[in-house]
């Protein structure tokens, strides 16, 4: 069972999906952070690092990739474990994303709001 404490931030540029995911996460018992860009997310990592980050791949400023790149770069981070969570399909992004560091690539019509909290859950049962 995952820590109810642990901290998601969720990098999302869209209102709506932001604003949908922050809530499932809430009423699963975890606190959650959002940004809207990469840029804005690289800086709430660095103010309250989270035990979790779920990245959308196109952004604004900074995309997902760039921003994973980063997180995996500096030892202070590269231990937090990257969904992506993103609209983006193919293997050619998947494997990109998968080979730069990240733990899941989910496409978010694929999963409900639900199942992307069980996979965190799974997620986090195992990188405390």
């Excluded at 809430?26 to 979790?52: N, R």
């Excluded at 959308?56 to 990739?65: H, R, S």
């Excluded at 981070?77 to 969904?83: D, L």
């Amino acid at each position: 069972m995952a820590d109810k404490k642990a901290k998601i931030l969720l990098v999302e540029d869209d209102l709506f999906m932001r604003r949908l995911y922050s809530e499932a996460f809430t009423l699963a018992g975890y606190t959650v952070t959002a940004a809207v860009d990469g840029g804005e997310g690289l800086m709430q990592i660095y103010k309250d690092i989270p035990s979790i980050v779920l990245l959308d791949v196109m952004m604004p400023e900074m995309n997902g990739i760039e921003l994973l790149e980063k997180i995996k770069a500096d030892p202070i981070t590269k231990h937090i474990p990257v969904i992506m969570l993103t609209n983006l399909s193919g293997k050619t992004e998947e494997n990109n994303a998968l080979s730069k560091g990240a733990e899941k690539y989910l496409v978010k019509s694929e999963y409900e709001p639900k199942q992307v909290v069980q996979i965190v859950e799974e997620i986090l049962s195992v990188h405390p």
